[in-house]
């Protein structure tokens, strides 16, 4: 009786053990990283020390008249070089001033997180005009389409915490046609937040007018910004690009997030050596803060500095590997000790296949970001050859990884509870094993990730079960997310409207 009693137990603990595992996301977005310091703080500070340096006795060249005229005002100079100089009691005025955090705002609430501090948080990014075909798997030109499929396949994703457009629909040639059905693939997609560029100033008012029509009326994106605006305001090295100081002038004006992308490569644009590298991008950002900040103080700004790699024997850009990884986990040590709402860049494989390179290269460069503490990381989704593509199952494989990535970044809690002295001795005395106790089960949802994607089937069971790789099963998972998932987030009278006064192409 007492063996049959056992059995009996045995068989509903098995059974509750293996059932399916309730949809409770262990390790979502917004993790506390900053335990990856890859720089000692006496590193650090010379660092910093060198990057204030620079902007004090180098300072920044190419400088538009009007934004000349403002920062002379303010308290800039004209160095003996005649470049635009920023003291270091003025830059550190600028960074005390300078927004900390703020909400970077979905269309949707349950969307919305606050950056700053040491949260960390996963999107997208990157221009690429190649699109890995779902169908063929070879690469072919961009399309809007793309962008619109892509825009959907991620407004299902829980670890893209917010959606820049990650391709360039190459099938629309005219720039302000561009700039505004960029945009409203996006609004119709996801109601996550989102980020977009501006090849010019003239296409920022109409695409924030659309904007507010989407959102009710006049005045109800300034109230509510989900949109940010990714603009690179200064050119490696130290130069500010004309163009795109016009275009932050008209996003300030309209309240759209400024995220401010200096994005120098190594030995070419950059110092070769790490540190240089570091100092010189790292005083780039502060000269783009110093723009935004000195047209208005304590606008939102997400201080994105993204020191990127090439390889030094070709010149080809590399975004993959060690020395990018340390590269913007540094940059994320060096924003968050300023204070400053970070950004930094990971996952740019350069393997073109859903492959082992692909797995490795992406990886171990979203975990050192992520465990650096960065706010935000860039382009950790969906991105191959180098950001000269996106995939389809790129982004489903990356996904999964990110719950990985969380789980790190989230660690290992001690308490009575989490050791389980108890427990132990209670398993230890009897039935010698702990796999059906009831830390077991509560651990079982609230400690691990359980995979949908990847296999953990045993290698008979596999083949049996079709030899399936990672790539085919997030492909069918794609395609099967873009047949059901069809959302409609512009209502048909704002969508007319729209269409009434702009040339909305899909």
């Not at 509870?417 to 010698?432: K, P, S, Y």
Request: net charge negative.
């Amino acid at each position: 009786m007492a063996r049959s009693g056992r059995a009996g137990g045995r068989k509903s603990r098995v059974a509750e053990r293996t059932a399916p595992v309730a949809a409770i996301n262990p390790c979502p977005p917004g993790q506390i990283g900053g335990q990856y310091r890859p720089l000692s703080d006496a590193d650090r500070d010379r660092i910093i020390d060198t990057a204030f340096k620079i902007l004090a006795e180098i300072g920044m060249g190419d400088v538009p008249k009007e934004f000349e005229n403002l920062a002379l005002s303010k308290g800039a100079e004209i160095n003996h070089l005649g470049r635009l100089t920023f003291s270091r009691d003025l830059m550190e005025d600028i960074v005390d001033g300078a927004a900390k955090s703020f909400v970077y705002f979905g269309r949707d609430p349950k969307h919305d997180f606050e950056l700053g501090g040491d949260k960390v948080y996963y999107g997208t990014g990157g221009a690429a005009v190649q699109t890995l075909d779902l169908d063929s798997g070879i690469y072919r030109p961009s399309t809007l389409a793309d962008l619109g499929d892509f825009t959907r396949l991620i407004d299902t994703l829980d670890n893209v915490s917010w959606f820049t457009r990650c391709c360039v629909a190459t099938d629309v040639p005219d720039t302000v046609d561009l700039d505004i059905n960029t945009a409203y693939a996006l609004l119709r997609g996801t109601t996550k937040p989102v980020g977009t560029s501006f090849s010019i100033a003239e296409t920022v008012d109409p695409i924030i007018d659309m904007f507010d029509v989407a959102m009710g009326g006049e005045g109800a994106f300034a109230r509510r910004p989900f949109c940010k605006a990714h603009i690179s305001p200064v050119i490696s090295p130290l130069r500010y690009g004309e163009d795109a100081v016009d275009v932050t002038r008209a996003c300030v004006r309209r309240r759209v997030p400024i995220n401010a992308i200096i994005a120098a490569q190594s030995g070419a644009t950059a110092p070769a050596p790490l540190a240089g590298m570091l100092a010189q991008t790292l005083a780039e950002t502060l000269a783009a803060l110093a723009m935004v900040n000195m047209m208005e103080p304590g606008y939102p700004m997400i201080f994105s500095n993204w020191p990127l790699v090439i390889d030094l024997r070709t010149g080809a850009f590399s975004g993959g590997g060690g020395e990018i990884s340390i590269l913007n986990a540094a940059a994320a040590q060096l924003s968050n000790h300023l204070g400053l709402p970070s950004g930094v860049a990971s996952s740019m494989s350069d393997a073109k296949a859903v492959d082992a390179q692909m797995g490795s290269e992406k990886a171990m460069s979203a975990v050192a970001a992520g465990l650096a503490g960065a706010n935000m990381v860039y382009e950790s989704s969906g991105m191959m050859a180098s950001l000269l593509g996106a995939s389809f199952e790129a982004f489903i494989i990356d996904d999964e990884m990110l719950s990985h990535v969380h789980r790190m970044i989230r660690g290992i809690e001690v308490n009575d509870e989490t050791l389980g002295f108890d427990t132990i001795l209670e398993t230890v005395t009897g039935e010698g094993h702990f796999l059906g106790s009831q830390q077991t089960m509560n651990a079982m949802q609230r400690d691990y990730f359980h995979t949908s994607l990847a296999s953990r089937e045993d290698p008979r069971s596999w083949a049996s079960n079709g030899k399936q790789d990672i790539w085919q099963a997030a492909n069918q998972k794609a395609r099967d997310v873009l047949a059901k998932h069809q959302p409609t987030y512009v209502d048909s009278q704002a969508d007319a409207k729209i269409r009434q006064a702009l040339n909305i192409l899909m």
